[in-house]
């Protein structure tokens, strides 16, 4: 397939021009209310919360969004190849879990005398081992995505219990000093972080062939299997490139925490809700690299806002339950409208 492909508006069986316009307007109008809630959200913290659109904390937001951003874009990633149904489709809820055991295994190494180089491959080569296990749970054993990543997060998480004896392993090296610097203007790295790496995905899940395969095997697999195209080959490699940004993530989390955490479990609701929003931020309502990083930054700026003011925890967990809530149902009916 070369690169020139391009793919249309979603599938849909009607041809009845007012089914049709009712379903754009329903996107539409999903898309911008979206746009519209992160606008009003910036608004009413900036009139509230102290200091919230200065330079210094806009960069903060872009450094607490590094991890959970990254880990977003492994799961978009699998999600786009294996469709954006959260039941059937591509689902990777063991990304948190690998973060955890990668974390684990940098920290471990640089306590055991190892340098940066071979802790960071380590914990890649962790990360892409588990994608790699998600992959033949689900490609070759064909266990249902939801299924096989809940198993292997469990089996993850237990192992990560193992190493590290359920307590925090500190690290401490010069270049996870750097990496959890900030620079000049009190912009932390991992906010460059973020940004490169969500210009090196974009470039490839956009640009090039591979990218566009993905996409093909997820919105349209019947086709895909009729153009030739190794579904089952694409899929294992969406969730090993999952994996991949799980151990990425896991370096970051140790520069970030100064040392392993036993709390990555955490991690997994929201990385889902960005993965899940991001869809709503695209053009088609399909998942993109571009519309996940806007929605870690959606999150990012709701989490920061419900800081400064001092509010609870608990009302982030309360409303990120009710986006996946809202998204999933909005998004489920919009489809199933269209078939």
């Known amino acids: 397939m070369s690169a020139d492909v391009h793919f249309g508006p979603l599938p849909t069986a009607s041809t009845d021009p007012v089914s049709q316009a009712r379903g754009a307007a329903a996107v539409a109008v999903l898309r911008f209310g979206s746009l519209l809630a992160f606008a009003a959200i910036l608004v009413v913290f900036s009139l509230t919360a102290p200091y919230f659109l200065s330079v210094g904390n806009i960069g903060n937001v872009l450094g607490q969004s590094a991890i959970s951003g990254i880990l977003a874009i492994g799961l978009t990633v699998v999600l786009i190849a294996g469709g954006s149904n959260v039941v059937t489709g591509g689902i990777d809820l063991s990304l948190a879990a690998n973060m955890g055991l990668s974390a684990a295994v940098y920290a471990t190494l640089i306590q055991l005398g190892y340098g940066d180089a071979t802790a960071a491959a380590a914990a890649l080569l962790t990360g892409v081992a588990i994608g790699a296990v998600n992959a033949v749970a689900i490609v070759l054993a064909g ?115 100064s040392g392993s955490t036993t709390g990555s479990g955490e991690a997994l609701l929201p990385v889902v809700v960005i993965a899940l929003l991001g869809s709503v931020f695209s053009r088609r309502l399909v998942p993109t690299i571009l519309g996940t990083l806007i929605s870690a930054l959606f999150i990012g700026f709701l989490t920061n806002g419900f800081q400064l003011l001092n509010l609870p925890s608990t009302l982030v967990s309360g409303v990120q339950g009710l986006l996946i809530l809202i998204v999933v149902s909005a998004t489920t009916l919009l489809r199933t409208r269209e078939i």
Do not use: H
């Open 143 to 257: 266990i249902v995505p939801l299924l096989a990543t809940l198993a292997v997060m469990n089996v993850v998480a237990g192992l990560e219990l193992v190493l590290t004896q359920n307590t925090v392993v500190p690290a401490s090296t010069d270049f996870l000093t750097a990496v959890s610097a900030s620079d000049s203007f009190g912009i932390p790295i991992l906010a460059y972080v973020l940004l490169g790496f969500t210009a090196i995905a974009t470039a490839i899940m956009q640009y090039t062939p591979i990218g566009l395969r993905l996409y093909a095997v997820g919105e349209f697999p019947d086709a895909a299997r009729a153009a030739g195209l190794p579904l089952k080959r694409l899929l294992a490699g969406a969730f090993i490139a999952s994996g991949l940004c799980g151990g990425f993530a896991g370096i970051l989390s140790v520069s970030y925490l």
